[in-house]
């Protein structure tokens, strides 16, 4: 198990940009597919981003292609989740996500992760 723990949420204005840590500790990360999921009130859990072990490969989902960029240093047990041009309908909870992977797959589905941290709370403003 790996113990995971995000940082860097806040409020921000529509437009702006906000960059998402997760700090990852317990077990070797770079075995370790990354993602991204988030959780506005009301609503299910949504995923969000994925990366391979590697940081070779990732995968946005619709809603944010082209505006949010995840991202990892495997030297610093990090996986990061670049927002930029945020709109009010991003505000959520961030979750940052893991489980150990070889096969460079991504997941979308919140069954396929393990390990889950306490998340982060993203708010924007209009």
């Known amino acids: 198990q790996v113990q995971l723990v995000e940082s860097g949420g806040g409020l921000v204005q529509a437009g702006g940009s906000l960059r998402l840590s997760c700090a990852a500790s317990g077990r070797t990360f770079s075995n370790y597919a990354m993602g991204w999921f988030r959780q506005a009130p009301g609503k299910e859990r949504e995923f969000v981003a994925a990366i391979s072990q590697s940081g070779g490969s990732t995968y946005h989902a619709d809603s944010v292609k082209g505006r949010f960029t995840i991202s990892r240093d495997n030297a610093k047990n990090t996986v990061y989740l670049q927002m930029n041009s945020l709109k009010p309908e991003d505000t959520a909870v961030y979750y940052c996500?893991?489980?150990?992977?070889?096969?460079?797959?991504?997941?979308?589905?919140?069954?396929?992760?393990?390990?889950w941290g306490q998340g982060t709370q993203v708010t924007v403003s209009s």
């Open positions: 996500v893991g489980r150990p992977d070889y096969s460079g797959q991504h997941y979308i589905g919140t069954y396929a992760y393990s390990d």
